[in-house]
């Protein structure tokens, strides 16, 4: 059977750069904690192991006169679904067209590209992203396009697998995939453990990826083979409902502990296929949807942190951006993965609601 290849990655943030400290300070006003439970809100931020976020909204890096939201007590009245959903059609496709501009350094293979898929579970409009990129691009009006909305944090891999049945199909194809996730439009100020979670660690990003059936020149990713299970248990631990004031995550700190016994079988199945053993994984493309996912895997399967390392340095750099997220590990990997031979074993996973966990097996080729 043909292979069909990753040739190329580029990943995009919003302008608004803000320290994990000063995202607390806003918290903490804006949840009007006392000295006690900001303490604690503090140390729980302290704990994400992430540095800095992206967003495109700019008042999480300050303390008052606001744009978005209200500059009131309790930011009243809060901004309900309307309003986040304009934020999200005034950034979404530019920020998408941005990191396509640094995956696509020979302009020449706009030319080329034959199907567009799109993918985002964070805002949702139509005419959407898909058919806005294809007009700011230039993009023929009849390239064939795709959405992949709702996902949640694996949809990247889903896209991945759908882009590798059109090469396989035809091997002219050249599969330009195109995600954003706007998280922060999504701050809920419920002083819960849910909403507490979720406001620590989520990000803005875009990421694009090339996926052709041939290998170009230089570094690519070839797509190996995929394999996904459900751990049913969970499916109201991770969560995420449309409501009244955004988009609302249910994310249970009980996730971790879930996925032990579901990864462990699911990622010896995969292997098995293949006919790898763990010994055999070079490294690892792990979705950071936050420090103690990354730990729990490194625990289960007997791995040393190092194998883990490109996950964490997107999550100190840039948070979760659900989906995206593993797209910026995959991109890291690329750049920096310290070659001993000619191809490597890389074995990619993501997880999202349902509960769902998703991995894709990969060999990078220098």
Not at 136 to 158: E, S
Not at 200 to 227: C, R, T
């Amino acid at each position: 059977m043909s292979t069909s290849y990753i040739t190329a990655i580029g990943t995009a943030n919003p302008s608004t750069k803000v320290a994990q400290s000063q995202i607390a300070s806003f918290m903490a006003k804006a949840l009007q904690l006392d000295k006690v439970e900001e303490r604690r809100l503090r140390m729980l931020y302290k704990a994400t192991a992430i540095d800095f976020r992206y967003s495109v909204i700019n008042d999480y890096a300050q303390l008052a006169d606001f744009e978005f939201f209200p500059n009131t007590n309790g930011l009243e009245p809060f901004p309900n679904t309307t309003a986040r959903m304009k934020i999200y059609e005034q950034y979404a496709a530019d920020l998408c067209v941005k990191a396509i501009d640094n995956c696509l350094k020979n302009k020449d293979l706009l030319t080329k590209i034959t199907h567009l898929i799109t993918v985002s579970c964070t805002g949702m409009y139509a005419p959407g992203i898909d058919i806005e990129i294809i007009e700011k691009l230039g993009l023929p009006t009849h390239t064939q396009r795709i959405c992949i909305n709702f996902m949640g944090c694996y949809a990247a891999i889903n896209a991945l697998k759908v882009a590798d049945a059109i090469c396989k199909a035809d091997a002219q194809a050249y599969v330009l995939i195109a995600d954003v996730e706007l998280c922060t439009l999504h701050f809920q100020k419920e002083n819960t453990e849910n909403h507490l979670l979720a406001n620590a660690i989520f990000a803005d990003g875009a990421g694009a990826m090339l996926v052709q059936a041939q290998k170009a020149e230089g570094k690519a990713f070839s797509l190996e083979g995929f394999y996904c299970d459900l751990a049913s248990e969970g499916r109201s631990d991770m969560a995420w409902f449309v409501r009244d004031f955004g988009f609302e995550m249910r994310l249970s700190s009980y996730v971790p502990k879930l996925l032990e016994g579901k990864m462990k079988e699911l990622i010896f199945k995969l292997l098995s296929k293949f006919g790898l053993t763990l010994a055999e994984i070079d490294t690892l493309a792990i979705h950071p949807g936050g420090k103690k996912i990354l730990e729990t895997v490194e625990k289960i399967l007997a791995l040393p942190p190092q194998k883990n390392q490109y996950a964490y340095e997107v999550l100190r750099n840039f948070g979760n951006m659900s989906s995206v997220t593993i797209i910026f590990v995959l991109k890291n990997i690329l750049e920096n993965f310290d070659f001993q031979k000619d191809t490597a074993n890389i074995l990619g996973m993501a997880f999202g609601p349902g509960l769902t966990v998703e991995s894709a097996l990969m060999k990078i080729h220098q």
